[in-house]
């Protein structure tokens, strides 16, 4: 079962990487139907290409797409050259093979306004903190085009839908809980950016996983799984990104037989699904994912409880707990805390761990 593909993930430096100050959605919206797919190609560069930038040639083909969007399609690995995923730079030589499946666009026209709770942590003129629910998709995209928590900001606060991305700077995957912050001005939006792309956006995390796990450093390059394109991987060095996260094992006991720890995750990098991926890279998939689940414990070991973690958890034990910056406009550093839900909480309480005080 997949977890609602990539458009809700952490992955927030990649978003500030490519951040422009406009509104791409509307751009798009004037010079492309958004109801049908772009159509995928595949083809032998000739001699006419040769030498050409990749990212300014698929330009070309496509030029209803921005040049963004198009490094955007590269750095996800819906464009290979011989079957390898090129980067957006890399020059064409006569006879490669190029191939592109261009992803499914976003719904630019369903970002409507829709009433809904929010649990707002902190809110002033810039910027607005959110301690989000599980099963909340954070942004429309395909397949999600209503019932986002952008479609509930525009409610709270319609001038929002003026800001590029209503507003958003960074996102939790659909099941992940906790905080996040968006801008409400273009000013704020920008400042937070730039601090995402200085890496000093301080984003910590409890996760709860299969088996133990010592404290130590994760960092590995990440992308798209070229088997899978709705799943990230590990990938070989100079391939993808760098990624890093830090962990610190909380505490540890049994759930339904079988060892579990609660881990501290600090980000240094903000890839997509980077917590997740790490995790199950060491063979510790966090309880309850059911994408990044490949050496967690069959159902059949875990004494009939597996219906009891189901009934807990509609996805993984992962929770935004910590979340510090600097007011893009105040210049003051905002320092926030929120609990995990109670689900995650009687969780830890079946497995015999207790939620450290000093967190």
């Given amino acids: 079962m997949k977890d609602g593909a990539h458009e809700d993930s952490e992955d927030l430096e990649e978003w500030s990487e490519d951040y422009s100050g406009v509104d791409e959605h509307s751009d798009l919206a004037s010079k492309a139907t958004h109801s049908s797919a772009l159509p995928a190609r595949s083809?032998?560069?000739?001699?006419?290409s040769l030498g050409q930038r990749l990212d300014v040639?698929?330009?070309t083909l496509y030029p209803e797409v921005s040049r963004s969007q198009i490094q955007r399609w590269i750095a996800d690995g819906f464009v290979t050259i011989d079957a390898r995923i090129p980067k957006a730079g890399a020059s064409l030589r006569t006879g490669q093979v190029l191939s592109i499946c261009p992803p499914d666009p976003e719904p630019v026209n369903s970002w409507q306004?829709?009433?809904?709770?929010?649990s707002i942590v902190y809110e002033d003129e810039d910027v607005i903190v959110l301690n989000k629910p599980s099963r909340l998709v954070v942004h429309p995209a395909a397949g999600h085009a209503t019932g986002t928590l952008v479609n509930g900001l525009i409610a709270h606060f319609p001038a929002i839908s003026h800001i590029a991305r209503s507003g958003i700077v960074h996102r939790l995957d659909q099941d992940t809980t906790g905080l996040m912050v968006a801008a409400k001005s273009v000013a704020a939006q920008l400042g937070l950016v730039g601090q995402l792309q200085d890496r000093t956006v301080s984003r910590q995390y409890l996760a709860l996983v299969w088996g133990r796990v010592a404290r130590q450093t994760l960092s590995t390059y990440m992308g798209r799984d070229p088997r899978d394109r709705q799943r990230m991987s590990v990938l070989p060095e100079g391939k993808g990104k760098k990624a890093v996260t830090h962990v610190r094992p909380l505490g540890s006991g049994d759930l339904f037989g079988m060892?579990?720890?609660l881990l501290e995750c600090k980000l240094e990098t903000?890839?997509?699904?980077?917590?997740?991926?790490?995790?199950?890279?060491?063979k510790n998939p966090i309880v309850g994912d059911r994408t990044y689940s490949r050496y967690g414990p069959h159902s059949s070991r875990l004494s009939g409880g597996s219906k009891t973690i189901e009934s807990l958890l509609p996805g993984q034990a992962l929770h935004a707990q910590k979340l510090s910056f600097l007011h893009p406009v105040l210049g003051e550093t905002l320092r926030f805390n929120a609990e995990p839900p109670a689900n995650f909480i009687e969780l830890l309480g079946l497995a015999g761990i207790s939620l450290p005080s000093s967190q």
């Fill in 43 to 48: 083809l032998e560069v000739d001699q006419a």
């Fill in 57 to 59: 040639f698929l330009s």
């Fill in 113 to 118: 306004a829709e009433v809904m709770p929010l």
């Fill in 259 to 261: 060892p579990v720890t």
């Fill in 270 to 282: 903000g890839r997509t699904h980077q917590i997740r991926v790490h995790l199950e890279s060491i």
